[in-house]
C-alpha cells in the first residue's frame, strides 16, 4: 500500500531557529499534500494544503511566514518551521493524496518539535 | 461549533467486549467518512473509509454513516487489549484539495 515516510520523528530546537520536516511518498505520486498540526489530547488541526509546483494554501489563523511550505516535487513536500517559539512546540504531520488512486489519504508517523 | 464532534472519553472496555464509538458532524457538503485510529506519538491509521450512507463491515471493525442525522459509528467486536488506543472520525466533501476534517478523538482503553 501507499507508504508516506516523515522525518525527522522528533527535533529539540532553541527559540529562534529554524526546523526543517520533511514528508516524502514512497511508492506513489502525492500532487496533494497536507500538514496537519496536533497538540496533547486535541484534534488534527489542517494547517495548510500543498499541490506540486504551486505555492501553498494556507487555513485561516496559520502564518503563512512561519510555516514555509514547499511540494516542489511529486514525491516530498517540506514545512519549515521559522523563528521557532515554545508556543510552536507540537506534533506536526503530514498526508499525502494521490489523486488517481481514488481516497488516497495517507499519513506520516508525525514529528514531535520541541523548541526550548 | 467545531465541523465534527466527538467525546474525547477515556472509555474501558472489558476484553471481548463489543465497543462503539461515535461521531456527528455538522457540514451536509462531507460525503466521505473515515475513521482512523492513532497511538501515541504516531501518525494515524486508516481503518474504514465510506463514501455517503451506509455500513461496511471489515472483520471485526463496522462502520456506519447515517446522513440524515449526521451521524457516525464504528463497532469494534471481541475487543482487544491491542485496540486500545485513540480512535479518529474524519470527514471531507469530496473535492481532491480538500484537507481531512477530524473530530477530537476518543480514547480507548481496552482492560485485559
Known amino acids: 500500500g501507499a507508504v508516506v515516510s516523515q522525518h525527522p520523528s522528533w527535533v529539540i530546537c532553541k527559540s529562534g531557529t529554524s526546523v526543517k520536516i520533511e514528508c516524502r511518498s514512497l511508492d506513489f505520486q502525492a500532487t496533494t499534500m497536507f500538514w496537519y498540526r496536533q497538540f496533547p489530547k486535541q484534534s488534527l488541526m489542517l494547517m495548510a494544503t500543498s499541490n506540486e509546483g504551486s505555492k501553498a494554501t494556507y487555513e485561516q489563523g496559520v502564518e503563512k511566514d512561519k510555516f514555509l511550505i514547499n511540494h516542489a516535487s511529486l514525491t516530498l513536500s517540506t514545512l519549515t518551521v521559522t523563528s521557532a517559539h515554545p508556543e510552536d512546540s507540537s506534533f506536526y504531520i503530514c498526508?499525502?493524496?494521490?489523486?488517481?488512486?481514488?481516497?488516497?489519504?495517507?499519513f506520516g508517523s508525525g514529528t514531535r518539535l520541541t523548541v526550548v | 461549533q467545531k465541523e465534527v464532534e466527538q467525546d474525547p472519553g477515556p472509555l474501558s472496555v472489558p476484553e471481548g467486549a463489543i465497543v462503539s464509538l461515535n461521531c456527528t458532524y455538522s457540514n451536509s457538503a462531507f460525503q466521505y467518512f473515515m475513521w482512523y485510529r492513532q497511538y501515541s506519538r504516531k501518525g494515524p491509521e486508516l481503518l474504514m473509509y465510506t463514501y455517503s450512507s451506509g455500513n461496511k463491515e471489515d472483520g471485526r471493525f463496522t462502520a456506519q454513516v447515517d446522513k440524515s442525522s449526521k451521524y457516525i459509528s464504528l463497532f469494534i467486536r471481541d475487543s482487544q487489549p491491542s485496540d486500545s488506543a485513540t480512535y479518529l472520525c474524519a470527514s471531507y466533501s469530496g473535492g481532491g484539495a480538500d484537507g481531512l476534517t477530524f473530530g477530537k478523538g476518543t480514547h480507548l482503553i481496552i482492560q485485559p
Open positions: 498526508s499525502a493524496r494521490d489523486w488517481w488512486s481514488g481516497y488516497g489519504y495517507t
